[in-house]
């Protein structure tokens, strides 16, 4: 374990071993499960010649893991968050990024976890058991030091594997172009929380059944932040979208028992306020655009589909890889050029 900035640093620059970009492989720990605020607790770090875990909770100054990461040549599973978990550390993401998990599918691999891909590659069984761990306490168990250090001890010599088997069938361009995009995909996605009230399930409701729904989204937010643990253990999404529709209904509403005084009072005051307010401040709906479709358009995209298909079959991988039915959508009404598939 290294847990302080002193031993990072010295760790880091043993780690490049004079190489210009270094080459590494990474995954990252938080504490979703049982905190509010998501913490990075852990990130595992491996490169050619050893395995470490790094305490971010513990040192103080992370600048030169940041520093490192922003020329090396990073390999993950499954990135999209650990690549978040990085954008919100430092500001950025590494300059390359490959993805282990999309490797897989493009030679067609169907089970594609990573205990999946180390008992395809290794012939060994990965134990899954520190999953829902709670990653912010200490000290970590050996049960949870060994789940998180086997999260990178393979992926250095399981990217090996699978750039070669690219190579052979000639796929590891689309393997590059796939994993630059991913990368592109979380540096866009705009983490701010404005509009994080209209869950899924929210566009089907009404005005005010969308007031409700944001009064109980921030009450429940509020509560969490209280009680510091995350917000589905206040109240699932699904129960906030029930809530929302009984209560423009006029329904009575029945809290859970589990519900103390002092959360069933603000609850109260919560739906009392949205009750109170005025028309002309309830949210509104987001209007859909409705595609344009002609008469043959399910014919063109039954046809698009029928020809992705044969691809992949060709190709033994899913046909997602090659488009989603939006993209086939989006070229059967003419929003797309034909030519891109």
Not at 62 to 72: C, F, K, T, V
Not at 146 to 161: E, P, S, T
Not at 213 to 240: H, I
Not at 243 to 272: C, E, Y
């Amino acid at each position: 374990m290294i847990d302080s900035s002193e031993r990072l640093a010295s760790h880091l620059l043993a780690s490049r071993g004079g190489a210009a970009v270094p080459v590494c492989a990474i995954d990252t720990e938080a504490d979703s499960l049982h905190r509010y605020r998501e913490s990075l607790c852990l990130i595992q770090f491996a490169d050619r010649e050893r395995c470490v875990l790094i305490d971010p909770l513990a040192i103080e100054d992370l600048s030169s893991l940041g520093d490192y990461l922003s020329e090396a040549t990073v390999w993950m599973h499954g990135a999209d968050y650990d690549m978040t978990m990085l954008k919100r550390q430092f500001g950025t993401i590494p300059p390359i990024v490959y993805d282990t998990q999309i490797g897989a599918r493009l030679l067609g691999v169907r089970r594609f976890g990573l205990g999946d891909l180390v008992l395809h590659y290794f012939g060994i069984e990965l134990l899954k058991t520190s999953q829902k761990a709670d990653w912010g306490k200490r000290p970590l168990s050996e049960k949870m030091i060994d789940y998180a250090l086997n999260d990178v001890h393979y992926l250095l010599k399981m990217g090996d594997i699978i750039v070669s088997e690219l190579k052979e069938k000639g796929r590891y361009e689309w393997f590059e172009e796939s994993c630059s995009a991913a990368r592109q995909k979380v540096l866009d996605r705009d983490d701010s929380r404005e509009e994080n009230w209209r869950i899924q399930g929210s566009g089907k409701l009404e005005s005010l059944e969308l007031a409700y729904l944001k009064g109980l989204w921030n009450w429940r937010d509020a509560e969490a932040a209280l009680w510091d643990r995350p917000t589905f253990m206040v109240a699932p999404n699904r129960q906030l979208l029930e809530w929302s529709m009984d209560l423009a209904q006029k329904k009575t509403l029945v809290p859970p028992n589990h519900f103390r005084p002092d959360r069933l009072k603000r609850f109260g005051a919560a739906i009392a306020a949205v009750a109170e307010t005025p028309k002309s401040e309830w949210p509104e709906r987001n209007l859909i655009k409705r595609r344009k479709r002609d008469r043959d358009f399910d014919r063109k995209v039954d046809a698009l589909l029928a020809k992705r298909e044969k691809v992949a079959t060709d190709l033994d991988i899913d046909g997602s890889l090659i488009a989603s039915r939006a993209v086939l959508e989006s070229i059967a009404e003419g929003a797309a050029p034909s030519d891109c598939f």
